[in-house]
């Protein structure tokens, strides 16, 4: 099996999967208050086509693990019909969400067949939350975080994205519910994929200023990350673990074995990148899985060397985080 290798050598064993473009929330650095264009559903993958698309790369190219994320996965309806078919692949499977309907949707889920949860909050406070999601949904978030552990989801983890002026100083209020709910907090650092194009380097909460404020508060030790994005690091009273990914000041482009495939059935070779191959079109066009893999492996092997953030050649994609899925 050839795989999906890039002109650097790199393989490529890590699918995303966009299952819808839509969302309950709209976080400022990701969607507009107002005005957000849905795909029309027509346009959206069936959960048919989602699976073959999976199916031809997990058993044809050495996928390894799929991740189901949006717009807000859990507002697809019957998600737990499109977990239960991709179960069957021998895959690890899992989803990043917002957390707000799991709740009512974890148990179902882990039923299904799903591994683990992601889970993306930003803060703990009520008012910021509000601002930030345009939504008072902080408990609600909570007790999905609650359900998620509860349903049996091993390791549960939580994205933080901290931004400058807005919830820098959570560092340790994070970490600090983390240890009491046993779940692992990461800390990831503000992209330049935000919808208003608010993004500037002054905003982003950097990988060494959060590392020197977890170390004033608690002891820890750096462990090996393996093929994970982000530096992790283990308590040393043994309660648990947290991560810092510094997408921005420390990419890992060079060790990125990632693929996207948006809610539209787009395959993209990266979150930075320019273009796309529309796999939908050769889906609904009556290709065979064969020329789907191919256009597919056409797609990684184009792959850039790394996402130039910073640099002068840097250019903004014109899909924000919610339609390229995270
Ligand atoms: N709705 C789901 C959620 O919020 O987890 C899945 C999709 S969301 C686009 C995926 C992830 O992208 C979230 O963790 C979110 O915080 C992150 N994200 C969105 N915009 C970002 C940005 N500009 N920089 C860094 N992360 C961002
Ligand atoms: Fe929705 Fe996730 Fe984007 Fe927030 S980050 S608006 S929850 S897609």
């Known amino acids: ?9 790199r393989k490529h064993t890590d699918l995303r999967i966009s299952v819808t473009d839509r969302c309950n929330f709209r976080c400022q650095y990701c969607m507009p208050a107002e005005g957000m264009v849905w795909l029309d559903r027509s346009h959206v993958l069936t959960f048919e ?12 190219a050495g996928v390894r693990s799929i991740r189901l994320t949006g717009g807000e996965p859990t507002v697809r309806a019957r998600l737990p019909v499109l977990v239960r078919k991709l179960a069957v692949l021998d895959v690890d499977l899992s989803m990043t969400t917002n957390g707000a309907t799991l709740g009512l949707m974890a148990d ?17 406070d009520r008012e910021r939350f509000k601002d930030l999601t345009r939504r008072d ?41 983390g240890r009491e709910k046993g779940v ?10 935000d919808a208003q194009g608010e993004w500037s380097a002054d905003r982003v909460v950097a990988y060494d200023e959060i ?17 994970s994005p982000a530096e992790r690091f283990v308590y040393r009273d043994g309660r648990g673990e947290f991560g810092i990914i510094a997408s921005v000041t420390e990419p890992f482009c060079d060790s990125c074995d990632r693929i996207r495939l948006t809610a539209e059935g787009q395959v993209r070779n990266c979150l930075f990148a320019l273009d796309h191959v529309d796999i939908k079109a050769l889906l609904r066009g009556g290709a065979n899985d064969d020329e789907v893999l191919a256009a597919v492996a056409g797609e990684v092997e184009r792959k850039w060397a790394g996402h130039a953030i910073g640099q002068v050649h840097f250019l903004r994609p014109s899909k924000s985080m919610s339609q390229l899925g995270g």
Do not use: W, Y
Not at 1 to 9: E, N, P
Not at 49 to 60: D, N, P, S, W
Not at 184 to 193: K, N
């Open 137 to 177: 949904d902080l408990d609600k978030v909570l007790r999905g975080i609650d359900a998620a552990v509860a349903a049996g989801f091993s390791p549960v983890k939580i994205n933080a994205v901290l931004m400058r002026g807005i919830n820098h100083d959570e560092v340790v209020p994070f970490l600090t519910m």
């Open 184 to 193: 692992i907090v990461r800390f990831i650092e503000f992209m330049p994929l």
């Open 211 to 227: 590392l020197a404020v977890a170390g004033e508060h608690f002891d820890f030790d750096p462990v090996d990350r393996g093929s």
């Open 108 to 124: 179902d889920l882990r039923a299904a067949g799903l591994n683990r949860v992601n889970i993306s909050l930003d803060t703990l």
């Open 49 to 60: 086509e989602i699976e073959r698309v999976a199916r031809i790369l997990v058993e044809g």
């Open 1 to 9: 099996m050839a795989g999906l290798v890039d002109r650097f050598g």
